[in-house]
C-alpha cells in the first residue's frame, strides 16, 4: 500500500516568514514528486514538480527532494496572506497512466 | 477556453438514485483520470483512462462505471446512490502521470 505522509496541521507562519512543508512516504520505487496547492472550495493547482534528489527553485517555491530519507519539502520564502492554503503532495512511480498518490495535505495559515 | 470542465459543479440528489458527471479536456491529453476527495480532503484516485483505454480501477464500488467515447471526454456515471457517496468528484488530465495533472474545478455530489 503506497503512502504518503503529511502534517495536516494548521501550520501557521507569519507574514514575510519562510513557511517549511514536510512529505515523506513509502514506495521506495516513487520516482516523480508533486506539491499541488488548493485553496477551500477550488481545485488542486499544481505549483512545484521535482524528479532528483537537491533543490529546485521556482520564485519563491523551493522543492527539496531526498529519495534516501524518502523525504520530500517545500519551503516557500517571503510568505504572503494569499499563500494560505492547503498543500497536497503527491508522488508517483511510473509515467504512462499511472495515478498519483496524494497526502492528505497541510493546511497553512500566514498571518498578516 | 477551460483546460479541464467539469458538468455539473453542484449535486443533490437522494439516496437510490443514478446520476452521471461529465468531463472534458482541450489539452489534447491522452490520459484522463477521476479522482474523489472526501469531507477531510483526502484525494484518492478512482480511475484512469489512457486514449480511451481504462488503465487505473481502484477498489471502488461497481456502482461506478466510467466511460471514455473519446480521448477528450470521461464520464462517470453512478448508480444507485448511497450516502457514502457524498464528496467531491474531480477529473483532470495529464501528457503523462510524471509531469503532473490540470484539474477540473470538481463537482460537489451531495447524497441525502
Known amino acids: 500500500q503506497k503512502e504518503v505522509e503529511q502534517n495536516s496541521g494548521p501550520l501557521s507562519v507569519p507574514e514575510g516568514a519562510i513557511a517549511s512543508l514536510n512529505c515523506t512516504y513509502s514506495?521506495?520505487?516513487?520516482?516523480?514528486f508533486f506539491w499541488y496547492r488548493q485553496y477551500s472550495g477550488k481545485s488542486p493547482e499544481l505549483i512545484m514538480s521535482?524528479?532528483?534528489?537537491g533543490d529546485k527553485e521556482d520564485g519563491r517555491f523551493t522543492a527539496q527532494l531526498n529519495k534516501a530519507s524518502q523525504y520530500v519539502s517545500l519551503l516557500i520564502r517571503d510568505s504572503q496572506p494569499s499563500d494560505s492554503a492547503t498543500y497536497l503532495c503527491?508522488?508517483?512511480?511510473?509515467?504512462?497512466?499511472?495515478?498519483?498518490?496524494f497526502g492528505k495535505g497541510t493546511h497553512l495559515i500566514i498571518q498578516p | 477556453d477551460t483546460a479541464v470542465s467539469q458538468t455539473p459543479k453542484y449535486l443533490v440528489t437522494q439516496m437510490g438514485n443514478d446520476k452521471s458527471i461529465k468531463c472534458e479536456q482541450n489539452?489534447?491529453?491522452?490520459?484522463m483520470y477521476w479522482y474523489k476527495q472526501d469531507s477531510k480532503k483526502f484525494l484518492k484516485i478512482m480511475f484512469s483512462?489512457?486514449?480511451?483505454?481504462?488503465?487505473i480501477n481502484e477498489t471502488v464500488p461497481n456502482r461506478f462505471s466510467p466511460k471514455s467515447p473519446d480521448k477528450a471526454h470521461l464520464n462517470l456515471h453512478i448508480n444507485s446512490l448511497e450516502l457514502g457517496d457524498s464528496a467531491v468528484y474531480f477529473c483532470?488530465?495529464?501528457?503523462?502521470?510524471?509531469?503532473?495533472?490540470?484539474f477540473g474545478s470538481g463537482t460537489r455530489l451531495t447524497v441525502v
Open positions: 483532470a488530465s495529464s501528457v503523462r502521470t510524471d509531469v503532473g495533472y490540470t
Open positions: 514506495d521506495r520505487g516513487s520516482q516523480s
Open positions: 521535482i524528479y532528483s534528489n
Open positions: 503527491a508522488v508517483t512511480s511510473g509515467g504512462g497512466a499511472d495515478g498519483l498518490t
Open positions: 489539452l489534447g491529453h491522452d490520459t
Open positions: 483512462y489512457n486514449n480511451k483505454e481504462l488503465i
